[in-house]
């Protein structure tokens, strides 16, 4: 199976800030690799897909990189509304996995 | 409006069967795949399984296969999983969310319920 690692874990920032988040799989994965945000109490929303692709409604303000093994989630000019966990979510292959999270937090 | 709403969750005793549901409208659902992902209580997200559009090809994480299996009724817009010989480990909100495509190998889980819960406890 496939693993991810994500990092960090947590991370406080200040309003305005830019944020970084990072995945790596166990494998190249190609650019089957989306990201989800998910606020206390509600289901995760889905915030990139294919590595670097925006859904519909997503501010152009979060950003992803990569393909093969590194990836990248970009938030500019963090808003109030952007604190969250954040998950990655690997869709090479069967069984799919998330990687551990990372919780946003307000300086 | 895509709509997914869970149901079937609740306290069951270890070792017990329990089937959710998950009712979906909104869209044509016997076009797309769907997936069942869990959340155990203040921890991550974790993919449980995924059927493609007609239910032929489906797929199980490692934690889950032999003990739970993924079903859907196209002329009910309903998606299931029996769950069998469960364990404290389970407990957890589960989620149904519809994947981009049909073959629910490589899509994207783009829209999601808000979960059931089930609590495995004595």
């Known amino acids: 199976d496939i693993q991810m690692t994500q990092s960090p874990s947590s991370l406080s920032a200040s309003i305005g800030d830019t944020v970084t988040i990072t995945c790596r799989a166990s494998?190249?994965?190609?650019?089957?690799l989306h990201w989800y945000q998910q606020k206390p109490g509600k289901a995760p929303k889905l915030l990139i897909f294919?590595?670097?692709s925006l859904p519909r409604g997503i501010p152009s303000r979060f950003s992803g990189g990569g393909s093969g093994t590194d990836f990248t989630l970009t938030i500019r000019n963090l808003q109030p509304e952007d604190f969250a966990t954040f998950y990655c979510l690997q869709g090479y292959s069967p069984p799919h996995t998330f990687g551990q999270g990372t919780k946003l937090e307000i300086k | 409006d895509v709509q997914l709403v869970e149901s079937g969750g609740g306290l069951v005793q270890p070792g017990g069967p329990l089937t959710l549901s998950c009712s979906a409208s909104g869209f044509t659902y016997k076009n797309y795949a769907m997936s069942w992902v869990r959340q155990a209580p203040g921890k991550g997200l974790e993919w449980v399984s995924a059927i493609d559009r007609v239910g032929t090809r489906i797929y199980y994480a490692d934690s889950v296969k032999g003990r739970f299996t993924i079903s859907r009724d196209n002329s009910k817009d309903t998606l299931f999983l029996e769950v069998q010989s469960l364990r404290a480990e389970d407990t957890a909100l589960y989620y149904c969310?519809?994947?981009?495509?049909?073959?629910?190998?490589?899509?994207?889980?783009?829209?999601w319920g808000q979960g059931t819960l089930v609590t495995v406890s004595s």
């Open positions: 294919a590595a670097s």
């Open positions: 969310a519809r994947l981009s495509g049909a073959s629910g190998y490589d899509d994207v889980p783009d829209y």
């Open positions: 494998q190249s994965i190609d650019n089957y």
